[in-house]
């Protein structure tokens, strides 16, 4: 049996999975990253981890893929900026390929969600995709005609970074008014957050304070409290913005919706639905675009990553 190993290298953890060219996962496992001790610390830890997995499998190991956070030089696998992994150009892809005497290949590890997506999650009835990650901050990853789209040195689909609201706040990129100010899990708990202080009656003070209050909290809320009604209302609209910006541009049959808000399901598709259909171009008559869930959770990148060897 032929088998491919797909690694998702976080901050804290790597997750690691065998699995067959049809989505089949055979085994998973983890380790710390460790790349506060440098990146040959981190790619041992990988190798070990490998080295586990592949001894849970019978069979050929025909490639490994990795998905990898920062600005990833994909042809050369070379991970070219990864602040929270401490990593400048380091050649990623040689370290891990000499170390376990097989091809590597390394995309982002945005990118490498989409394609699982697209490939066995919510998106595999689809050749053309988006998946918007609503997480800590916006990230993503663009599938056309089948085929993960990285852009120009492979630094591309930067969806968090569109600019939603002229001179708005301040992002963390230096431009003011990015979605993923608007749009991520931050900025709706940051949301939440301000509405709680600005109305001392609101029946969230009930279970939470300003404090330990989370994206979850409006949308728990939102049937019995105005407050809580006008936060989800406001995070939608933003949303909602950003989705219809991109299928103007992409115009794919389909956007995924990853991360922990994701988990809202239809109290969070419908209504960007609705939006979607009313407001992009041309209407929903012809090629329209569906907002739906999507499907694999904290498997897609790791799945994805594995789909590289595939491509």
């Known amino acids: 049996m032929n088998y491919y190993l797909g690694l998702d290298i976080g901050g804290t953890f790597v997750k690691g999975v065998c699995m067959t060219a049809e989505g089949n996962l055979l085994a998973e496992e983890k380790c710390d990253t460790g790349c506060e001790h440098g990146g040959a610390v981190m790619c041992d830890n990988i190798a070990n981890l490998c080295a586990k ?141 301000h509405a709680m202080e600005e109305d001392a009656g609101s029946a969230m003070w009930g279970k939470y304070t300003s404090q330990t209050c989370t994206g979850k909290t409006a949308f728990e809320f939102m049937d019995t409290d105005r407050t809580a009604k006008e936060v989800v209302d406001w995070y939608i609209k933003y949303l909602a913005c950003g989705l219809v910006n991109l299928a103007n541009i992409f115009r794919p049959e389909v956007i995924m919706l990853g991360g922990g808000v994701a988990a809202q399901g239809e109290r969070l598709t419908k209504p960007l639905q609705a939006i979607m259909d009313k407001e992009i171009f041309g209407g929903n008559n012809y090629a329209k675009v569906l907002v739906v869930p999507a499907s694999l959770g904290n498997s897609a990148g790791a799945m994805g990553a594995a789909a590289l060897c595939l491509e």
Do not use: Q, W
Not at 136 to 161: F, M, N, P, Q
Not at 171 to 182: D, L, P, S
């Open 53 to 193: 997995l592949r001894r849970k499998v019978k069979g050929d190991l025909n490639g490994v893929g990795v998905g990898c956070p920062g600005m990833i030089e994909s042809v050369r696998g070379v991970v070219k900026f990864a602040g929270n992994l401490g990593l400048k150009d380091y050649p990623l892809g040689d370290e891990l390929a000499r170390r376990l005497g097989v091809p590597v290949k390394v995309t982002n590890d945005a990118n490498a969600a989409a394609l699982g997506e697209a490939r066995f999650g919510a998106g595999r009835s689809f050749k053309n995709s988006i998946l918007v990650t609503l997480g800590t901050g916006v990230g993503g990853g663009i599938i056309i005609d089948g085929k993960l789209y990285e852009g120009g040195c492979s630094v591309g689909a930067e969806i968090g970074h569109m600019v939603i609201e002229r001179n708005g706040d301040m992002c963390t990129c230096g431009r003011r008014g990015c979605f993923e100010r608007y749009s991520s899990a931050s900025a709706l708990t940051r949301y939440t957050k």
